[in-house]
């Protein structure tokens, strides 16, 4: 987040130039989930477009803000931390600050979730993708060519609709900006993150051949994930074709150091890892393995991946403008 917020920002400055004089900005984040995060981007957005107005000495204008999940999202956290998120940015930016609406908004983005022309800046944080893959759980180096094709059908399909939709939504010259997880490599296997669902598999099998679980539940398991490279990208914006690309890059992040302070090798990976995944593993492995699963991922990760490889990701950052 803190990586593509300067572009989140510049967007939306040039958008408020753009908009000028207006009453109103509609802002979306799509995915914005709970916790400190769920209003953090949309806050600081807010606070440099106010700070901008009061610069020029424009009257105050009205933020909408809309904060979309799915619908088992805990809205009701993020509700209740609002009042206090309010008192807050009253307390610092004292009565001047411009009104800032907040609305939840639940339902998949994956279809229309606003009525037409009705936002002016859109973005999401988020890292989704996809839905053969025999002993494997990704795609995988030993996973035939359909699987790969699969993914990308299913990532193709779904962000094609994503598009269509936000197309219809936001206003024209309205902004869009977007970072998901992509890939630098010619093959989704060859990045550090298919290493690690190597490394799962591998683990998974050893336990089905100890009959603590099914086989054919590896088998039936395809993590629901898909890394683009830009070139996938480019081609799906231009193919929906209301859109222009304003900036399309690889966010640089460092990447986390997870065990040089601890000098517990793996360890903080784990844990970043299984707090990640282990809602999706649990409803199809099953909650009794899990512990036994994660002791055995730890161990192996010891000797056989090393962990500054796998804190490796490649965000990237999609700013686009609405064409008129
Ligand atoms: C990795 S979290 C990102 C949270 C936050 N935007 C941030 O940057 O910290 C991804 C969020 O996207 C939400 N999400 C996933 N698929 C979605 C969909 N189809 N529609 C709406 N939200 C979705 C998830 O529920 C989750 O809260």
Redesign the pocket.
């Known amino acids: 987040?803190s990586a593509s917020m300067e572009v989140m920002i510049d967007a939306a400055l040039d958008l408020y130039r753009d908009t000028f004089p207006g009453e109103r900005l509609n802002i979306a984040?799509?995915?914005?989930?709970s916790g400190p995060?769920a209003v953090l981007a949309i806050s600081q957005i807010v606070d440099a477009v106010d700070e901008k107005r009061h610069q020029l000495g424009h009257d105050h204008i009205e933020f909408q803000c809309f904060l979309?999940?799915?619908p088992w999202?805990d809205f009701n956290a993020v509700f209740k931390a609002l009042p206090e998120f309010c008192e807050k940015v009253e307390e610092e930016k004292g009565r001047d600050h411009s009104m800032c609406f907040i609305v939840g908004v639940p339902g998949?983005?994956?279809g229309r979730l606003f009525p037409k022309r009705s936002l002016h800046l859109i973005i999401s944080?988020?890292?989704?993708g996809v839905h053969l893959n025999r002993g494997n759980l990704w795609i995988s180096k030993t996973s035939p060519p359909c699987v790969f094709n699969s993914y990308l059908e299913q990532f193709q399909k779904d962000f094609s609709v994503f598009l269509m939709s936000r197309s219809e939504e936001i206003v024209i010259g309205g902004r869009m900006v977007l970072t998901l997880m992509g890939r630098k490599s010619k093959s989704p296997s060859d990045e550090a993150f298919g290493c690690t669902w190597e490394l799962m598999a591998r683990i998974l099998m050893d336990m089905a051949s100890e009959g603590l679980i099914e086989a054919e539940k590896i088998d039936s398991f395809n993590f629901p994930f898909y890394t683009p490279s830009l070139d996938e990208l480019v081609e799906l914006i231009k193919r929906e074709g209301t859109f222009t690309i304003n900036r399309l890059e690889f966010l640089q992040m460092g990447s986390r150091d997870y065990d040089i302070d601890h000098g517990r090798k793996g360890h903080d990976w784990v844990k970043v890892t299984r707090a990640a995944l282990e809602p999706m593993l649990e409803s199809h492995f099953g909650r009794d393995i899990m512990d036994d699963f994660f002791i055995r991922i730890e161990e192996s990760f010891n000797e056989s991946i090393s962990p500054r490889r796998n804190a490796e990701v490649n965000p990237v950052l999609v700013s686009l403008v609405r064409k008129g």
């Open positions: 987040m984040d799509l995915g914005c989930s995060n979309n999940d799915l999202n998949s983005f994956y944080l988020v890292s989704e």
